[in-house]
């Protein structure tokens, strides 16, 4: 039943075993996807929605807590029955139905949703080196753009490891809330009549406040980017593609989902009875701002109190930021069928979210931000039609999803869930057009000439999506994968080179680099060993430099040329200067070798990054095939 002709984050895919357990083992197998889901219930972007609710409305805004939580249990069980049963994520089950034009749009409105969200880890990170080193705001910013090295290390040391650092990081931030619900002494009563549901729709301005909020909760609480997220995370588990398999399979997963998102709604529940209980309780109605709420710890553990809060601060926008990033690669490929480095990824994501913080600082101050994360939140609940609208009809879908098609009852469920979302979001957007055109009167001819077009635009593209495959039409279209498809293979004649080129460079990899070269090319070919002099002269003037390094690199280069001579090969010597990718690249063009052999260092993610790939430069420079022997190569 599998779809797959591109695995969702290949390089994890189908990496953790499932078969051959049982009992915990089995379970334990499976756990793990939904917690780094569920992180995104627990980042700054929840911490100041959940403070602007307690504060300024005290527990009546519980019910709206608890009915996201439960929509999002439901929409991420769908997305993990999507990614197991058709082996496809989210964004590349769009990929199949919908045109192109169509799914650049879908990925623009998912990636402004993850640069929203990483808008709040970026502001909760600066918030959180604040109190920890006193450093200002936008200098915490800007830091934060350095966290790209912490992701690569964490993704180069494989899934298991990934979802340890993002446990370890829950742990820390919920153990201190829910020690501190039961120490500011909350009232049950008033909290057991906040799960009674209140008026949302009135038109005075508490009403209206109250409705940003909430839609600010379920915007913070059932992320967009979360859905595409998990439907990916679930296939790094291998299992049978048998419907016993497949059964188990999904009730594994729904498991680890209710564990990780009920203990996530404990989490957040905690900071909003602690809101309420500290400020609003108190007569404190407009205490929304991350930084005061560290206070609330102040009486538990001393001193220690900003520390430690910081610390938990940095941990959430930490591990929410590593999910986003894999959220992003998984849109990028599977909705415009384009792959790139993961770091470059998170680069510009970063730098996209860096600026609208540091321009709120420049012109509002510090103490703006803290509405800039609720707006944050409010942008991601905007984009969440666009994402459950199609997860709902992919997994209705009875050809393609077969005996494991949602049924009536939870059909129901989940399209009322949409409706929910879809409703508060256009009412919200309606007010605040109609707010904007009285309060700036001015502009109204503009509103009307940029605002109301992109409006009516969007809808009609969710109106689109929602349409689309209900209609069918076109027919949905083999999947593109960012890598091609296979392609015919016939007569395939004998290859042999007469000119292998070798880098040098005077380690223990020497040795197998030049054996690999003889094994290429026998002693009918003819062999250039190069060696490449990176000194400060060399690097300055790019050609020949006579210093002590290039006179010992030259004697050791003849060395190995005699040593090939005595076994009856032919080689020579040829020593570049200065950038090692472009002097390879002109050796190999000047002296027309058809074959290179490179070995490589052996680095680890980190060091690539601050040594640089000499292997992945050169192989865009020259038209030749290049074989990379690794060390210890055999």
């Not at 045109?99 to 949703?113: D, E, G, K, M, S």
């Not at 200002?136 to 090295?149: A, E, K, Q």
């Not at 008026?199 to 301005?205: A, E, I, K, P």
């Not at 050791?556 to 090692?580: C, E, F, H, Q």
Request: hydrophobic residues 50%; glycine residues 8%.
């Amino acid at each position: 039943m599998s779809e797959k002709q591109g695995a969702s984050l290949g390089n994890v895919h189908s990496t953790v075993e499932t078969q051959g357990k049982v009992g915990w083992k089995r379970i334990m197998a499976f756990l793990g996807p939904a917690y780094l889901v569920s992180v995104g219930y627990m980042d700054p972007g929840n911490w100041a929605t959940d403070l602007a609710g307690g504060s300024e409305f005290g527990y009546k805004l519980i019910w709206v807590l608890l009915l996201s939580n439960l929509i999002a249990l439901l929409l991420q069980s769908l997305s993990t029955r999507l990614g197991i049963v058709r082996g496809l994520d989210l964004a590349q089950a769009s990929k199949k139905t919908y045109p192109r034009f169509v799914n650049f749009c879908l990925y623009i409105l998912a990636q402004i949703a993850i640069i929203a969200c990483d808008l709040a880890e970026i502001i909760g990170m600066a918030i959180g080196l604040q109190l920890l080193f006193h450093l200002p705001l936008l200098w915490g910013v800007s830091l934060t753009i350095t966290d790209t090295v912490l992701l690569l290390f964490l993704m180069n040391k494989g899934m298991r490891k990934l979802e340890a650092f993002i446990i370890s990081m829950i742990f820390i931030i919920g153990v201190a809330f829910l020690v501190e619900m039961f120490i500011v002494e909350p009232n049950f009563g008033d909290i057991a009549k906040g799960f009674i549901p209140s008026n949302l729709f009135g038109h005075d301005v508490a009403s209206k406040k109250m409705l940003y909020i909430a839609i600010g909760i379920i915007g913070a609480t059932v992320m967009p980017h979360n859905l595409y997220l998990h439907s990916s995370l679930v296939q790094t588990r291998k299992i049978e593609r048998t419907d016993e398999g497949i059964k188990n399979a999904i009730r594994f997963n729904f498991i680890d989902t209710s564990i990780a998102l009920n203990l996530a709604f404990f989490v957040n529940a905690a900071i909003l009875i602690l809101a309420a209980s500290a400020f609003y309780r108190n007569g404190y109605f407009e205490v929304a701002e991350i930084q005061d709420a560290y206070k609330l710890l102040e009486h538990i553990f001393g001193a220690l109190a900003p520390a430690l809060f910081a610390i938990a601060l940095i941990a959430s926008g930490q591990s929410s930021t590593i999910t986003g990033t894999l959220a992003g690669q998984i849109i990028m490929e599977g909705h415009i069928n384009l792959r790139i480095q993961p770091w470059l990824r998170r680069l510009l994501t970063r730098l996209l979210a860096i600026l609208p913080a540091v321009l709120t600082i420049v012109y509002f101050g510090d103490e703006a931000l803290g509405s800039l994360i609720i707006l944050s939140q409010v942008v991601l609940s905007l984009q969440l039609g666009f994402a459950v609208i199609p997860l709902i009809h992919f997994t209705s879908d009875k050809m393609r999803m077969g005996k494991f098609a949602i049924g009536t009852k939870v059909k129901i469920l989940a399209w009322l869930s949409a409706a929910i979302i879809v409703s508060l979001n256009i009412k919200l957007v309606v007010e605040q057009i109609f707010d904007w055109i009285k309060l700036y009167p001015n502009a109204q001819i503009w509103i009307y000439a940029t605002v109301v077009p992109l409006t009516l635009g969007i809808i009609a593209l969710l109106l689109y999506v929602f349409l689309k495959p209900i209609l069918k039409l076109p027919e949905e279209k083999p999947v593109r994968v960012p890598h091609g498809l296979a392609t015919s293979i016939t007569n395939l004649d004998v290859t042999s080179y007469k000119h292998i080129g070798v880098t040098i460079d005077f380690s223990s990899n020497d040795r197998d680099s030049i054996r690999h070269a003889i094994m290429q090319g026998g002693k009918g070919a003819e062999y250039t060993l190069i060696h490449i002099v990176e000194t400060a002269a060399a690097n300055y003037h790019g050609t020949e430099v006579m210093d002590h390094e290039t006179q010992s690199d030259e004697e050791n280069l003849d060395k190995y040329v005699k040593a090939l001579d005595l076994l009856d090969y032919k080689s020579t010597a040829k020593i570049g200067y200065g950038n090692a990718a472009n002097a390879i690249a002109q050796i190999v063009n000047d002296e027309h070798i058809d074959f290179m052999v490179m070995g490589a260092h052996g680095h680890k993610a980190l060091k690539d990054i601050i040594f640089g790939t000499t292997v992945d430069k050169v192989r865009h420079r020259v038209n030749v095939p290049i074989l990379i022997v690794k060390p210890g190569t055999k």
